[in-house]
């Protein structure tokens, strides 16, 4: 049996109609569910990763795209899942990959591990993809990559470059769209736990939507 079918296997074994529905309507309905809440879904993990000896191994980055071509939601977590464990594989050859999983069956909870971690990751190792990349995220006609531009350094903390955080966040801040707000909100927020003097200035010198001053001034 491969590593696909063992995990469906024990997917599908805790399928859950009863969950499946609020999980679905909570997700706007923009996916079917299995109905596996959180904590089953990382104990089956645990249990997956054990029977197979996966992260031990060379990346799969084919497992990765059968578990994103799945319908139920459960498999695309189950991929972000193995791929945060295995982290310390990812590099600047995995970029278009990423890019990739952001802008297929997009939405806040997939690009909210994407962004930050993975992108976060290879940006971090290989600083030239910020300008030869990312930048153009920003830029763009895609949400998921315009917020993914602004969230890659959410986890940076002292290694944050202001530079490149505030330029993205300044090419975005008339965005009518929500998840641009929030994640503009978002970002400012984390760093103001780092440099809240700076991060004040900053709203009080930028015209930003309400919803991203808001977020952003939590901690200041």
Do not use: C
């Amino acid at each position: 049996m491969n590593k696909l079918n063992e995990l469906v296997d024990l997917f599908e074994t805790n399928r859950n109609e009863e969950n499946a529905e609020p999980m679905k309507k909570y997700m706007k309905n923009l996916f079917p569910f299995l109905g596996i809440k959180t904590p089953l879904r990382r104990q089956l993990m645990r249990d997956f990763y054990k029977e197979t000896g996966i992260l031990q191994q060379e990346i799969n980055l084919e497992l990765v795209k059968q578990l994103w071509m799945k319908e139920e939601r459960e498999y695309q977590y189950a991929a972000l899942d193995y791929l945060v464990r295995s982290i310390k594989k990812i590099n600047y050859s995995h970029l278009l990959f990423i890019e990739n999983l952001i802008i297929t069956k997009s939405w806040w909870d997939t690009v909210d591990v994407l962004a930050p971690h993975l992108i976060g990751k290879i940006a971090k190792d290989t600083p030239s993809i910020i300008e030869e990349k990312i930048e153009i995220w920003a830029f763009s006609d895609n949400i998921w990559l315009k917020r993914s531009s602004v969230l890659f350094q959410l986890k940076y903390k002292l290694e944050t470059n202001e530079t490149y955080l505030y330029k993205y966040i300044r090419a975005n801040a008339d965005s009518k769209e929500f998840f641009i707000q929030k994640a503009i909100g978002w970002a400012l927020s984390e760093y103001s736990k780092t440099n809240p003097d700076s991060v004040r200035e900053f709203i009080n010198e930028t015209t930003l939507a309400k919803l991203s001053i808001r977020e952003g001034s939590k901690y200041i």
